[in-house]
């Protein structure tokens, strides 16, 4: 498989202490990583700096796309103010057109089919006409889940999707994710802190303590002695 994400020596800082120190690894296409570490270890400011969200102290994040195109569909943390989100379904999930779309930006047939396509088949097209604030966090999730997929065709970026769902939900949101890999090769980058469902969908692994300790194939990962204190 080709390479869609390079990381080469990424180094981030706050108020001059390093959290993120010359990490370098690479994704292929179709990979399902999970990015793991205790609290503080640096997971985000990582995910971040590769996007191009904070400044990075040397070091850069190449990404491999069709046509060049810069489309990644990230989804970062859920927040407090995504419980009262005022727009529908519908209105939240094609906004994720935006970032390919030219000045002026308005949508036509092909963003509303992309939205309609992503809604059904996260199984969230019956609450189109919903307010996203109205929904359960389970299904709030997975509306930010299409809108992310219509901002991408190739690379998921994601930011402990399943933080504050409950055990059925993060199980349900899991499965979307899993089936999105496997059925159309979308590749997955994706910071957890539940090592047993990483364990369980992820084929490669990255585990971050400000360094890298590992990157490798999951099984690998089982194997070495970096997985012994996440998994105890």
Not at 37 to 61: D, F, I, Q, R, Y
Not at 162 to 181: F, H, P, Q, R, T
Request: glycine share 8%; aromatic share 6%; net charge positive.
């Amino acid at each position: 498989m080709s390479v869609i994400l390079k990381a080469e020596h990424i180094c981030v800082a706050y108020e001059g202490k390093k959290v993120v120190d010359h990490v370098s690894f690479e994704v292929e296409h179709g990979d399902y990583l999970c990015i793991v570490g205790e609290n503080g270890t640096g997971k985000s400011s990582l995910v971040k700096a590769m996007l191009g969200l904070v400044p990075t102290c040397c070091g850069k994040a190449v990404f491999n796309l069709k046509d060049g195109k810069r489309r990644i569909g990230y989804m970062p943390q859920q927040l407090d103010e995504q419980k009262s989100f005022p727009a529908t379904v519908a209105e939240t999930v094609i906004s994720g057109c935006l970032s390919g779309m030219r000045f002026p930006k308005i949508y036509g047939k092909k963003e509303k089919q992309t939205a309609e396509e992503y809604m059904k088949y996260l199984d969230i097209y019956e609450l189109r006409h919903k307010s996203v604030g109205e929904l359960s966090g389970g299904q709030r999730q997975r509306v930010f889940l299409a809108r992310a997929l219509c901002a991408a065709d190739e690379i998921l970026v994601l930011d402990e999707p399943v933080s504050g769902l409950d055990i059925n939900a993060a199980k349900d949101l899991y499965s979307c994710l899993e089936k999105l890999n496997r059925e159309k090769g979308i590749t997955v980058v994706m910071i957890s802190h539940d090592m047993q469902s990483a364990m369980k969908y992820a084929t490669k692994i990255l585990h971050l303590d400000k360094k890298l300790l590992f990157c490798g194939k999951k099984e690998d990962y089982l194997l070495s002695v970096h997985s012994k204190k996440l998994l105890m």
